[in-house]
């Protein structure tokens, strides 16, 4: 180990110590689709009802793979009446496991 | 009517004249004549004044008293136009080729001389008229008239000869000498002035006493039992009492207008440099009530005595005995008197306290500007000025004269938008004070505004003013931004009061008071622009009104607020929660909901950060070569609520990319299903620089990181190289580059072409002696953005409108900007529908104007051919 080090000094004039690197980064769902086929408000951002996007306002995905604002999709199967179907492929709704 | 009726009966006489009469008349005629020339000149003896009265005797008989009369005045005025009044002129003849300069002292001795002269020689001359009246009464009452006519007689005579008298002085007058009267008077008042503030000191020396007092003292009530304020007491009585004697000779000779008018004009004169005296240059402290009291000790109090030895007030004497003898009991002659004051001594205070209040004004007026400028401290005169105001109504003289100096002093090129900024807060607060409705602010602030819209930085500057204390002001005079969020957080306190009293208070009675408390606005306000209720003087939305709408405001604000947040290593943003809070209060949630998300992004980002640091203390050891988590910490964004982030590629460093994918990686464990994308131009870093024989700590763009970095594993690169590793095209490269050289890092040396320069490693320090100077050069390098500005965004946004906008010049030939606006916004509904200001689309046209595609003509636009 100490012998390695030597030789990386031994190589190299410069040397970067007591680096603090700050990035940027951003945050997405990890969806296929832009935006939520109920709301058509992006999944990066909210649902009309919520203030903050992330966290506060979540996807879920159907056993179909489609995916919606958590607030949107429990807003919708609890209007139907009888069994809710995807409204995006009119399949059975179920939330995927 | 009497001379006229004598003269008819002379007509009818005439014609029954005997020879005898005739020849009598004639005799008297001319013994007449003799004797009156020898009365005037007091040559004869009192042999003369017997004759005198036969010849007039005799003349009357005949019905020619009228002839008497106008003979004898006839005859006084010759004698005292070659005699008093020339030779009273004469007095001041030395003095004619002196203008407006010093007379000296010696006019004083000269002007009581001929005052003297001049009214001993009338005396002389009313004497003589008086024989004549009396030898024309004793006629009348030998006739058996009655006493009555006899009595008009004597008043009609003298008015006569007073008329006559002043009417030659007048036609005489020398043209200087309303000069020499004022400056006699000036001198005067000067002596005595001085002699009053003697008294003045004396008087602040006891500043124990208590204001009743200091009043009485001043009504000349004080007992007065020290000799040394008595001897000024004398000294000021004497003074008054020769005044009053020069002032009623000239009345005597009928000057009385001339000698008011000079020492009116003596006294103004005074008082104006009394002002400007004590006024001057001096905001700090308020003059009005010192003004107040000067004109109550010495203009008033010397007008008060003069106009007592005048005998013109007449209540002043009989009031005065026994309303002073309990409280006096030492009384000074002139001063011991409670002067219940005389009409004439009021309406002089109130023509001396308006000309004060007016000169004042005048005088705060002409250096408003200057007022306004250090304005927290120059309150008093804002005061002062407002007192001014109220009593002399000439606010729209303010408005005029501060927009000239506006004009001229502020609102030029070579301003900078801070200032006029600063300035313009400080006029929102100065008017404020001396007008609470706001309507003189509304006509100044008019200008202002109109000159702030035409300049680009003025929103930049409103908003780095709400959020930045230093208000980028380079000057450092206090912390005027600091100022300003104080303002919004005295607003917000008010405005938490009023819903209170909103909430609890509005019932009947309370309507009821409001009612009675209404005020009618000012005669001054322009009806059109709203009523008292709509103009509250709320800074902060008349900044806003500058920018045209709070959302302008809004935008700029959160692209401020995401430039600091980027560059924020260390998570703390209390100030910008801070900021934020106040400014939602006044805009609204809804308005500043995105910058609460990205706030909200900057908490949940340290959440994250330490979440993982946390679960990856647990992870494997290092192997070589890999950089600890530790040295990463990141700002984690939800990107649709941020501005727009200027993207631009770059590969980083083998280490660094391999802790950010890992770093991604946990973030995906934690948060499933959500991932990161970095942003990796994005970011700050902090590196110190080891060397073989020194270490230099930087604090850097991830680019330039990325870029020192490669020098690590190989001494020198071509730019060609360099820019292929790290992935950045080679002209970006180069500027980069610049800031390593320029800090003696790096050395470039020339190579074939430009793009095969080779960048060497500087290893010691020996070799680095030129960096030096080039780091001033560079300097604004680093000052890179890594939002893009609202007009980028703007323009952006509006070009999908050009194609619109070309097509309605092709259709139209030319178009006024209004028009444009209104057919976008009538056509432009669907999706994105228009929703630009007329400002912004202004903007966008005068782009396109440059870009040489449209153009500009008589405010129409039109396409470029």
């Known amino acids: 180990m100490k012998l390695l080090l030597l030789t990386f000094y031994a190589t190299s004039v410069l040397h970067t110590q007591k680096t603090e690197w700050h990035a940027v980064a951003s945050w997405t769902w990890d969806a296929q689709d832009e935006t939520c086929g109920i709301c058509r408000m992006a999944f990066d951002g909210c649902c009309p009802d919520c203030k903050l996007p992330g966290d506060d306002c979540p996807l879920i995905w159907g056993a179909c793979n489609h995916a919606f604002h958590l607030h949107c999709i429990l807003k919708w199967v609890n209007s139907q009446t009888s069994q809710a179907h995807c409204p995006m492929c009119r399949r059975e709704w179920q939330f995927k496991e | 009517m009497e001379a006229l009726g004598s003269s008819d009966c002379n007509l009818e006489i005439l014609e ?87 007379y000296g002292e010696e006019i004083q001795v000269v002007l009581c001389k001929a005052l003297e002269e001049i009214s001993v020689e009338k005396q002389y001359h009313e004497k003589c008229l008086s024989i004549v009246v009396h030898a024309l009464q004793s006629y009348k009452e030998q006739s058996s008239v009655d ?116 020492y009116a004009s003596a006294i103004f004169l005074l008082l104006k440099a009394k002002v400007h005296d004590l006024a001057g240059d001096e905001y700090r402290t308020s003059v009005l009530e010192s003004i107040k009291e000067w004109i109550q000790t010495v203009p008033l109090q010397f007008l008060n005595a003069l106009l007592s030895y005048l005998g013109d007030s007449v209540s002043y004497s009989t009031t005065s005995s026994d309303l002073t003898s309990p409280l006096a009991c030492c009384p000074s002659p002139s001063f011991s008197k409670v002067v219940t004051p005389s009409e004439g001594i009021v309406r002089w205070k109130l023509r001396l306290e308006y000309f004060a209040y007016e000169t004042l004004q005048d005088l705060r007026i002409a250096k408003l500007f200057e007022i306004i400028v250090d304005y927290p401290e120059s309150s008093p005169a804002i005061e002062d000025l407002k007192q001014c105001l109220e009593y002399t109504g000439q606010h729209s003289k303010l408005v005029e004269s501060f927009i000239t100096s506006l004009k001229y002093r502020l609102l030029t090129a070579g301003a900078s ?26 006509a100044v602030g008019e200008p202002i505004r109109d000159y702030l819209r035409g300049r680009k930085d003025t929103i930049k500057c409103i908003v780095t003013m709400l959020t930045d204390g230093s208000g980028g002001n380079a000057n450092g005079s206090g912390n005027p931004g600091d100022s300003l969020l104080e303002e919004l957080m005295r607003d917000e306190e008010n405005q938490e009061n009023v819903g209170f009293d909103d909430d609890f208070h509005t019932d009947d009675k309370q309507a009821w008071l409001n009612a009675s408390r209404w005020e009618p606005d000012p005669v001054e306000a322009d009806p059109l622009k709203g009523s008292l209720s709509q103009r509250k003087v709320d800074i902060l939305g008349m900044l806003v009104d500058i920018i045209g709408s709070k959302e302008q405001l809004v935008n700029e604000y959160r692209v401020m607020l995401a430039e600091k947040l980027l560059n924020k290593t260390d998570y703390d943003i209390d100030t910008e929660i801070r900021t934020v809070e106040l400014l939602k209060i006044h805009f609204g949630e809804a308005s500043m909901q995105r910058c609460e998300i990205m706030l909200n992004d900057l908490i949940d980002s340290k959440r994250v950060n330490t979440n993982i640091k946390k679960a990856s203390q647990t992870g494997s050891e290092l192997r070589e070569n890999e950089l600890s988590v530790d040295t990463l910490t990141s700002t984690i964004l939800s990107t649709n609520f941020w501005p727009p982030i200027q993207d631009e590629p770059l590969e980083l460093p083998g280490p660094i990319d391999k802790l950010l994918s890992d770093y991604a990686n946990r973030y995906h464990e934690i948060k499933t299903p959500r991932k990161l994308l970095w942003k990796k131009n994005l970011g700050t870093v902090k590196l110190e620089l080891q060397f073989e024989d020194r270490a230099l700590q930087f604090t850097v763009s991830p680019t330039h990181a990325a870029i020192i970095m490669q020098f690590q594993e190989k001494k020198s690169w071509t730019y060609k190289d360099l820019s292929a590793v790290i992935g950045i095209p080679i002209d970006a490269l180069n500027r980069r580059v610049n800031f390593w ?11 074939a072409n430009s793009n095969s320069n080779v960048l060497t490693l500087v290893e010691s320090i020996t070799d680095s002696g030129k960096n030096e100077g080039e780091e001033l050069l560079t300097g604004e390098e680093e000052s890179e953005t890594s939002i893009a500005s609202v007009e980028d965004q703007l323009r952006k946004e509006m070009t999908i409108y050009e194609k619109f906008i070309m097509g309605m010049l092709t259709n139209f030939g030319s178009m006024a900007l209004e028009r444009i606006h209104n057919t976008l916004k009538m056509f432009c509904v669907a999706d994105p529908s228009y929703d630009k200001s007329l400002q912004q689309l202004q903007s966008f046209l005068s782009g396109l104007v440059s870009e040489e595609k449209l153009e500009f003509r008589d405010g129409m636009y039109l396409l470029k051919k």
């Open chain 2, 417 to 442: 938008t801070n200032d006029i900024l600063h300035q313009y807060v400080s006029t929102i607060k100065a008017l404020r004070a001396i007008d609470p409705a706001g309507v003189f602010l509304e």
């Open chain 2, 147 to 262: 006493r009555q006519t006899s009595d008009t007689e004597r008043v009609h005579l003298f008015s006569r000869f007073q008329s006559m008298l002043s009417s030659t002085l007048m036609t005489t007058l020398p043209q200087h000498f309303p000069e020499i009267l004022h400056w006699y008077f000036k001198e005067r008042l000067e002596e005595l002035s001085a002699i009053m503030d003697g008294d003045g000191i004396g008087e602040q020396e006891d500043d124990c006493m208590d204001l009743d007092e200091k009043l009485r003292y001043k009504n000349g009530e004080m007992d007065v039992d020290d000799g040394y304020s008595q001897g000024k007491r004398l000294g000021h009585d004497k003074l008054v009492k020769n005044i009053g004697k020069v002032v009623r000779d000239l009345r005597s000779i009928g000057f009385t207008s001339m000698a008011e008018n000079a």
């Open chain 2, 16 to 102: 029954t004249l005997s020879d005898d009469a005739i020849q009598e008349i004639t005799e008297s005629y001319d013994g007449f004549f003799t004797t009156v020339e020898s009365l005037i000149s007091g040559t004869g003896d009192s042999s003369v004044e017997d004759e005198f009265v036969s010849h007039v005797y005799c003349l009357c008989k005949y019905g020619l008293d009228s002839l008497v009369r106008d003979h004898f005045l006839r005859s006084l005025e010759q004698a005292f136009e070659k005699g008093g009044a020339s030779s009273f002129w004469e007095h001041f003849d030395a003095y004619s080729e002196k203008k407006l300069t010093n």
């Open chain 2, 741 to 751: 050289i320029s800090k003696g890092v790096l050395r470039e040396s020339t190579g």
